[in-house]
């Protein structure tokens, strides 16, 4: 079992939908990191919590530490919007490296 | 352009040879890290310096992979001997990390890597 969990893999919506996609982990944390990736590689980090949430625009992260999960909504979501996301933790207190769940591919239909 | 930049940003190569990617972090960034990603899964930690020191090395990377930061700019990752298992997109971020609770990672476009 992996250490980061995201659901869905894959998931598929009408333009204007709200967006949910879920990350949940095993290992105790410092914080948690929601990035997005487009095609071609390029992965631009959105968010990075330790607790409680986040709003960027029509994005909006949360994090249940007790409960080891994490939701990243995205509200009147948009074609443009479609990337996979990725949910990544930091491990432990001391630990530099990032713990990197699958990805969750979206793709927003006009 | 003022990011990190990676090059080449593709490589293709026949197994058993050597090649060597490069990372410019963008510049006063202290920490840089090298990832490696594979179709569909996310990406995996392979090292990361912070300055000039290699501080941390995953058990995924073997002997044959090594990586430098000379003068705590610049980044080399070299593979020996590659194998077709290490066909994979090699990705570099760097960051200014103050503390470790708020460090946001900058990442290049990546160097696609193909082995024959």
Redesign the interface.
Same mark, same amino acid.
């Given at each position: 079992k992996n250490e980061?969990e995201q659901s869905p893999q894959n998931l598929t919506a009408q333009e204007g939908e709200f967006i949910t996609i879920n990350c949940s982990y095993s290992v105790g944390i410092?914080?948690l990191?929601w990035?997005q990736q487009h095609p071609?590689?390029?992965?631009?980090?959105l968010f990075?919590l330790?607790s409680g949430k986040k709003k960027h625009g029509r994005l909006i992260a949360t994090i249940n530490i007790q409960e080891k999960h994490s939701s990243l909504h995205i509200t009147a979501s948009h074609p443009r919007d479609s990337a996979v996301y990725?949910c990544?933790v930091?491990p432990g207190?001391?630990a530099?490296?990032?713990?990197?769940?699958?990805?969750t591919r979206l793709t927003i239909n006009p | 352009d003022t990011g990190v930049s990676q090059n080449p940003r593709h490589k293709i190569t026949k197994r058993g040879q050597n090649v060597t990617f490069r990372c410019d972090p963008i510049s006063e960034h202290n920490?840089l890290?090298w990832?490696r990603?594979t179709l569909?899964?996310?990406?995996? &930690?392979l090292t990361?310096f912070?300055n000039e020191a290699q501080?941390?090395k995953?058990r995924l990377l073997s002997d044959r992979f090594s990586a430098e930061r000379p003068k705590g700019s610049f980044s080399t990752l070299e593979i020996q001997r590659t194998e077709q298992g290490d066909s994979a997109?090699y990705?570099c971020?760097s960051s200014l990390?103050l503390l470790?609770?708020?460090?946001?990672? &900058? &990442?290049g476009?990546?160097t696609?890597l193909s082995v024959l």
């Open positions: 980061v410092s914080a990191h990035l071609g590689g390029g992965i631009v980090s990075m330790s990725i990544a930091r207190q001391g530099q490296k990032l713990v990197f769940g699958q990805g | 920490r890290y990832y990603q569909g899964q996310g990406p995996e &930690f990361y912070q501080l941390e995953s997109m990705l971020a990390a470790a609770t708020n460090e946001k990672l &900058f &990442f476009s990546g696609q």
